[in-house]
């Protein structure tokens, strides 16, 4: 269930990036968020 909590967040912040609503309202951080989180799961697998 995580899982799909998990996704459904990150899609919608990367279809906020692409649409340029996280560069409005200055929150770019959030990619580099989602970076971080998906980050050791690439190192453990």
Known sequence: ???IL???IAIVVLV???TGAL???NMEW???V???TVFP???YL
Do not use: K
Request: aromatic share 24%; charged share 5%.
């Open 16 to 18: 906020m990036h692409f």
């Open 41 to 43: 799961a690439v190192i």
């Open 23 to 25: 560069a409005r309202y």
């Open 6 to 8: 998990y996704y459904v």
């Open 1 to 3: 269930m995580l899982f």
């Open 30 to 32: 959030l990619i580099l």
């Open 34 to 36: 989602l970076a971080v």
